[in-house]
């Protein structure tokens, strides 16, 4: 697993860790791509299924770190995969997806057994929420604290908000903080200036890249002054974090 990682496992690909395994469950393409898109925002691996009989083939294979599983799919029911999953993967985290117009009840009887779920429509921030903190759980409970990000001699701890490098302590502004959590849960991965402020910042991209640029260099300052930098710059594409 990874740590958390969009936040981390909630966590984020690393040098000495793999990223977090989400594996998306549902027959709608729409919701499938878009949480496959949002999910890997959060510098996670995903794997999609369409159907029950996909999901086992799929779990089986990418053996996820957790499950977000539709309620109702073609072939079979949601509860008959979670079947699967607890037997097969019993310490995976599962999120459902329920209608909107399903009753309470009988939402609460057919989710029993999963760890928590969410109504159509949802947010994707919500998702992306309640998955961060089932994985935390998930973590806590049997593999350890994962809020550690690390890449070469670069940490980064999450619930502390302390960074290092080559154990040097480097204080870093609530924004500078930001910007590096999201480049060391995608390190080595190009990210544009878009992703960066849509990611970082919440707003769409249009003539606020001095903004990217600005932050890129504060942050080269801090972190690679005098070193061998991590920072790296694309032109024409955004910028990468990488070991030294």
Do not use: C
Not at 64 to 83: E, Q
Request: glycine fraction near 8%.
């Amino acid at each position: 697993m990874t740590t958390t990682t969009p936040q981390g496992r909630t966590e984020s690909p690393t040098p000495d860790r793999d990223p977090v395994r989400v594996l998306v469950v549902d027959d709608e393409q729409s919701v499938t791509a878009l949480l496959s898109t949002a999910l890997r925002y959060e510098g996670w691996q995903i794997r999609s299924a369409a159907d029950g009989e996909g999901a086992v083939r799929a779990a089986r294979e990418f053996r996820p770190d957790a499950v977000v599983l539709d309620l109702v799919l073609p072939d079979m029911d949601g509860p008959a995969v979670l079947g699967w999953l607890r037997r097969e993967l019993p310490d995976v985290p599962v999120l459902f997806l329920t209608a909107k117009d399903a009753a309470g009840d009988r939402v609460a009887g057919l989710t029993a057994g999963g760890d928590d779920h969410v109504t159509k429509p949802f947010g994707v921030e919500e998702v992306v929420a309640r998955l961060r903190g089932l994985i935390r759980r998930s973590d806590a409970a049997g593999r350890g604290p994962k809020s550690l990000l690390v890449v070469g001699d670069l940490t980064l701890d999450e619930d502390s908000h302390e960074v290092t490098r080559a154990g040097r302590s480097i204080h870093l502004t609530a924004t500078e903080f930001e910007l590096l959590r999201y480049l060391m849960r995608n390190p080595r991965r190009v990210l544009s200036k878009a992703q960066i402020l849509d990611r970082v910042w919440s707003y769409d991209f249009g003539g606020q890249a001095n903004v990217v640029e600005l932050y890129i260099s504060y942050l080269r300052r801090k972190i690679d002054a005098g070193r061998e930098p991590m920072i790296h710059t694309r032109r024409g594409a955004g910028y990468l974090l990488r070991p030294a």
